[in-house]
């Protein structure tokens, strides 16, 4: 039986957020005397994570997502309730407990900036207490599943954002961990920059069974990494389950354009049982609901003189979008 | 703690820092002339005060130069480490990079004292301690070895001082984000050093004893110096280093758990 490696019972994480009124005269009144309010940015949340499984946190800015990252990895307190990764409390920050894990954020880098991505990760190396033989051994291995080699070797100042992102996960990687924190990751690379992250990111699941933890607002990380999601909606958990269930939920019909060979065709197909979408000409686009398209597709072919027709799946980021301004799902 | 693996560790601050600075040639250039005429100027300041009157507070001007060489010591020390580091850790809290630090299996306040190091201030230490050599011959100061572990030991407690005082306000960025100006009037606090602390009016010595306690960070180490020194006073410098060092270590941790990192 796979192995919890995270759980997370009733966890609330409050701030002191000050606020300010428009104006020079709220300026100074702001500066004088400050207003300050508690607000419960994460409220009561639980659930668990198996060993191996990549989670995709879904939510819109401000959501709770990358509160909820940071106090995985232990960089902030909990407010209330309890966490427990890898049998670790993480806000102890303890030492074996920060070899087991990384987080990879897509706005911020831990390179130095004027020198080669070699040296900081030679650097690492000797942080998380590796030889040099180790280290070199790693460096090479996860330099070729990233497809990077002279960029090694080239100030980190000089190299494209795609370039920088892999030398950026690769000296998160140097010590093999096996918690994956990653916030954003593909935030600002191009499509093939981001298709190959992917592909690194799958491979590397794969081959260690690392546990992933993955925020983004690009719906193709989701889709193509992650089988469950988890969505916030102003610090609680809307939806906590599979990916597929819930573009099943969202989305449950299907968009069929089919063009008739006349106008008259296409009129008396409008007419039929079907939900119709729009008509242009001899061209009408019908819903037809997932789980009865064989048949209606039948009846469609059996009934009515078609030339062609096209089967469109919505967009997934309007599909999520759905989520991200909803509160509960239940499936 | 694994000895054996944070020297490794500094070996590699060392290495990447040194790397990175050398980068750019000219800016080191420029430091080291700085350095150099800052350094002329002090000694140009101190004769102006001493012109007048052979003594201020008691001091002679060849007397006088050994606070100049140990604050150059000193400031040296401070453009090596601590203004390379400490200055980052504001900058490490505004745009949430502790978060790489703090998720490091090794001190957080070792990597954010020591990662940096600036190679121009090695000439202002190096450059203190000719200027202190140099006092030594003037005021036939006679070299022995309790003479010799007396001003180590003082030096170092000024180190740890000035060290605490520095690291104490960087940590309050946690809180106030923003502390760019109580380091600047630490800085000129720090100038104060240069000049013996009995040319002060008694309530400045008591502040400057107390409250910032630059009398400890030069006075102390220039009279051992001139061997005026007493054994109280400096087994105060000791007690006082200790707390500095003990506090402020205290008080990282405790801020720490006030860290919400930056928003992203």
Redesign the interface.
């Known amino acids: 039986m796979v192995q919890n490696i995270i759980d997370v019972r009733n966890l609330s994480k409050s701030?002191d957020i000050s606020s300010k009124e428009p104006g020079l005269k709220g300026t100074i009144k702001h500066f004088f005397r400050r207003q300050t309010k508690s607000i419960k940015v994460i409220k009561d949340i639980s659930f668990e994570i198996k060993e191996g499984e990549i989670v995709g946190f879904l939510g819109a800015n401000g959501a709770g997502k990358?509160t909820i990252l940071?106090m995985l990895?232990?960089?902030?307190?909990p407010s209330e309730g309890s966490i427990l990764v890898s049998g670790y409390l993480p806000y102890r920050?303890k030492?074996?407990f920060?070899?087991n894990?990384?987080?990879i954020?897509g706005?911020?880098?831990?390179l130095?900036?004027?020198?080669p991505p070699i040296?900081?990760f030679?650097?690492?190396a000797?942080?998380?207490?590796l030889d040099k033989f180790e280290a070199k051994k790693r460096i090479k291995k996860l330099s070729e599943m990233l497809e990077i080699d002279e960029e090694l070797f080239i100030?980190v100042r000089k190299l494209s954002l795609g370039q920088r992102m892999k030398s950026e996960l690769l000296a998160a990687l140097i010590h093999e961990p096996n918690i994956l924190f990653l916030?954003?990751p593909t935030l600002g690379l191009d499509i093939n920059a981001q298709r190959n992250l992917r592909k690194f990111l799958q491979k590397y699941n794969k081959e260690t069974n690392a546990t992933i933890c993955l925020t983004s607002h690009y719906m193709k990380d989701i889709t193509s990494l992650c089988k469950r999601v988890i969505c916030v909606h102003e610090g609680a958990i809307s939806y906590d389950g599979k990916l597929d269930l819930l573009l099943k939920k969202l989305s449950p019909v299907k968009e069929i354009l089919i063009v008739c060979r006349s106008e008259e065709e296409a009129i008396k197909l409008e007419n039929s049982c079907f939900t119709v979408k729009n008509r242009i000409k001899n061209e009408i686009t019908i819903k037809i609901e997932k789980n009865s398209i064989t048949s209606s597709l039948k009846t469609i072919l059996n009934n009515f003189d078609i030339e062609d027709l096209y089967i469109n799946e919505p967009p997934i980021d309007e599909v999520i979008g759905k989520v991200l301004i909803k509160k509960d799902y239940d499936i | 703690m694994n000895l054996r693996k944070y020297l490794k560790v500094y070996k590699k601050f060392l290495h990447t820092s040194l790397a990175s600075e050398l980068e750019y040639k000219t800016n080191i250039l420029v430091d080291l002339i700085t350095a150099i005429l800052s350094l002329v100027g002090s000694i140009f300041l101190l004769s102006i005060f001493f012109q007048n009157n052979g003594f201020i507070g008691g001091w002679k001007f060849e007397q006088a130069l050994i606070i100049q060489a140990i604050y150059t010591i000193l400031n040296g020390i401070t453009n090596t480490w601590f203004n390379p580091n400490l200055t980052e850790i504001v900058k490490h809290i505004r745009e949430g990079t502790l978060d790489f630090v703090l998720l490091k299996p090794i001190d957080s306040q070792f990597f954010i004292s020591l990662k940096k190091i600036n190679p121009s201030g090695f000439l202002e230490i190096m450059l203190g301690f000719f200027l202190l050599l140099f006092c030594i011959r003037i005021n036939q100061i006679i070299l022995s070895l309790s003479f010799l572990s007396l001003s180590l030991i003082t030096i170092s407690c000024s180190i740890c001082i000035l060290y605490s005082l520095w690291f104490f306000i960087s940590t309050t960025t946690i809180w106030f984000v923003k502390t760019w100006n109580a380091i600047e009037v630490l800085r000129s606090f720090l100038y104060i050093g240069r000049f013996p602390l009995n040319s002060f009016s008694f309530s400045l010595r008591i502040f400057f004893s107390v409250f910032i306690p630059i009398a400890f960070i030069t006075t102390i180490p220039s009279e051992v110096f001139l061997g005026l020194s007493q054994l109280w006073k400096i087994l105060l410098e000791i007690i006082v280093a200790a707390v500095f060092i003990k506090t402020s270590r205290k008080f990282w941790l405790f801020a720490l758990k006030f860290y919400s990192s930056a928003s992203s």
């Open positions: 701030f990358t940071k990895c232990g960089l902030i307190y920050r030492e074996n920060l070899k894990i990384t987080l954020m706005q911020k880098q831990q130095i900036w004027d020198l040296e900081s030679y650097l690492n000797s942080i998380y207490d100030p916030d954003e």
